[in-house]
């Protein structure tokens, strides 16, 4: 059984910075790709940023400059650093991993419970 374990989020004035982490804990042989997505009311859940196993980053447009994502292979972990929050950020976000399975060698996606983030303006 594999588990994300979100933490950070919360409420900052516009200009603010958070910053949220993300721990795969489980069954795993090795995870891939991770990533973090988020979903405002009423609209679809898109991707904010992820990283692969190597480092290689990608952004979505709207926070490129803004946002950075981290990653700690030793630990399973991803970190997400939000600087320059806007209104438009406040969000569920959520992290995303594909990770291959001690049990099975399986390839399987998992995502954690959501953490909110809250920008006032």
């Known amino acids: 059984q594999v588990r994300l374990v979100e933490s950070g989020g919360g409420l900052v004035q516009t200009g603010g910075s958070l910053r949220l982490s993300c721990q795969a804990t489980g069954s795993i042989f090795t995870v891939e790709t991770m990533g973090w997505y988020r979903q405002a009311p009423g609209k679809q859940r898109e991707l904010v940023a992820s990283?692969?196993?190597?480092?290689?980053?990608n952004y979505a447009d709207s926070v490129k400059g803004r946002f950075s994502i981290s990653r700690d292979n030793a630990k399973n972990t991803i970190s997400l650093q939000m600087n320059s929050l806007k209104p438009e950020d406040t969000a569920v976000y959520y992290c995303n991993a594909a990770v291959i399975s001690a049990t099975n060698y399986r390839v399987l996606s998992y995502w954690g419970q959501g953490t909110q983030v809250t920008v006032s303006s």
């Open positions: 990283i692969t196993g190597r480092g290689v980053t």
